[in-house]
């Protein structure tokens, strides 16, 4: 049992090394993400249209217009417009338990943008660790600064469709929907909860 603590621990100090040493866009993918997002705020709306989603989730996972066009006419299907995604990157790793942290930015339809953390346990036996570039639609959300909440995995709600893994988590109205590809796809862990906050914080609980 004390080596398996002692596992764990140095399994929660490595990801966090790895989330601290990663970017969640290097320069260039940050400027293009930004030119992207203020043409879309030019264009006005509601929400994110699935042409300007189909961009920017290519850009950012590094993945075929066309894998991404059928990933977001799936979830344009199932949930219609967002208001929001956020871009970032991810470490995650799993002994007995899985532990996920990342950062991002939050990119609102209406302008605003914020920077986010995230981290929280997965639920798996696998063993291993990866580190991948994440996209998450964000449904219901009006005022940016409520992203920061813990948000709970909705039950059943996993899937795979062009390559890319998708899981819906929700809290109070918001619904979230991460997009994984490549690596990422060991989402298969399934996810417990995930909490979003201002600043990084190692413990993942």
């Given at each position: 049992?004390?080596?398996?603590?002692?596992a764990?621990?140095?399994?929660?100090?490595?990801?966090a090394m790895?989330?601290?040493?990663?970017?969640?866009?290097?320069?260039a993918?940050?400027?293009?993400?930004?030119?992207?997002?203020?043409?879309?705020?030019?264009?006005?709306?509601?929400?994110?249209?699935?042409?300007e989603?189909?961009g920017?989730v290519?850009t950012?996972l590094?993945v075929t217009?066309?894998?991404a066009?059928t990933?977001?006419?799936?979830?344009f299907?199932n949930?219609g417009?967002p208001?929001?995604?956020i871009t970032?990157e991810?470490a995650?790793g799993?002994?007995?338990?899985?532990?996920?942290y990342g950062?991002?930015?939050?990119?609102?339809?209406?302008g605003?943008t914020?920077?986010?953390?995230?981290?929280?346990p997965?639920?798996?036996?696998?063993?291993?660790?990866?580190?991948s570039k994440v996209?998450t639609l964000?449904?219901?959300?009006?005022?940016p600064?409520?992203?920061?909440?813990?948000?709970?995995?909705v039950?059943?709600?996993?899937?795979?469709?062009?390559g890319?893994?998708v899981n819906y988590?929700k809290?109070?109205g918001?619904t979230?929907a991460?997009?994984?590809?490549?690596v990422?796809?060991?989402?298969?862990?399934k996810?417990?909860y995930?909490?979003?906050?201002?600043?990084?914080n190692?413990?993942?609980?």
């Open positions: 049992m004390i080596q398996l603590k002692t764990l621990l140095t399994l929660i100090a490595g990801l790895t989330a601290c040493a990663t970017n969640d866009t290097n320069p993918t940050h400027a293009e993400m930004q030119s992207r997002h203020d043409q879309a705020v030019l264009a006005g709306g509601n929400g994110y249209s699935e042409n989603l189909v920017a290519s950012h590094g217009a066309e894998s066009a990933t977001i006419e799936k979830l299907k949930r417009r208001t929001g995604y970032g991810e995650g799993a002994l007995v338990v899985g532990l996920r950062k991002g930015t939050l990119w609102m339809k209406n605003e914020r920077k986010v953390y995230w981290q929280g997965t639920v798996g036996f696998d063993a291993g660790a990866d580190a996209f964000v449904y219901g959300l009006e005022n600064d409520f992203i920061y909440r813990r948000f709970p995995g039950d059943g709600s996993a899937f795979l469709v062009a890319m893994a988590q809290a109070e918001v979230l991460p997009i994984r590809t490549g990422g796809l060991r989402l298969g862990a996810v417990g995930t909490s979003y906050k201002k600043k990084r190692i413990i993942p609980f």
